[in-house]
């Protein structure tokens, strides 16, 4: 048998070549969009340069789909199916900077002490919560601000109902009055509660391996659950 390692597939390949140039194109998407919703008084030059930045990365975002879609031999439909993410950020772009997630975890996997199964959750959940709050509430207030009687009308009444909203507590106070910003709710609320469950699920998990840690300590020194020396 041969000790030379497997070659790369050629999806392999691009996939490695394209990861800081799509790291790149996804945070200048977000920032062009942040600009151009929030900064409403600039100049329309400037607004069309971050239209223009916008349609630039979408387009290699489509560029990057369609040439993996290529790549993997796959028909369209299975491409779908295995790659449901990568479809879904093509469609709604403003969820790319999620792959970032990922690009973070190949980086600390190769160039770090990989973190424990409880912490790479806590780690991604994090990431994932504060880049979709940030993406949600642009969105929001984009279509929301300027909508007859609509309640979120700063960018912090924003931020606020996202939070509520991926939270799922849902106060009330505020609340989206168009469809595009209904939309986004939804979204956001099962986000919201696919993330609370992944923590929340990967805490109840750590809880109960530490105090079965400790009930097998005390099993070998002959000291009862729950005991105390002397007891």
Known sequence: MSDRPPTPSRLEHWDRRMEVPLAVASLAFLTAYAVHVLARGLPGVWHDACLAVTLGSWTLF?????VRLRLSGLAPHRFLRAHPLDTLVVVLPLLRPLRMVNLYGRIQRRHGPRLSLYGRVMVYSGLSVSLLGFAGSLTVYHHEVDAPGATIVTFGDSVWWTCATLATVGYGDVSPVTPAGRVTAVG???CGLAL???VTGSFSSWLIQAFTREDE????TGRPPGGSPGA
């Open 217 to 220: 300590k005390r099993a070998d």
């Open 196 to 198: 609370l469950g992944a």
């Open 188 to 190: 956001l609320m099962a």
């Open 62 to 66: 489509v560029v990057d789909y369609l």
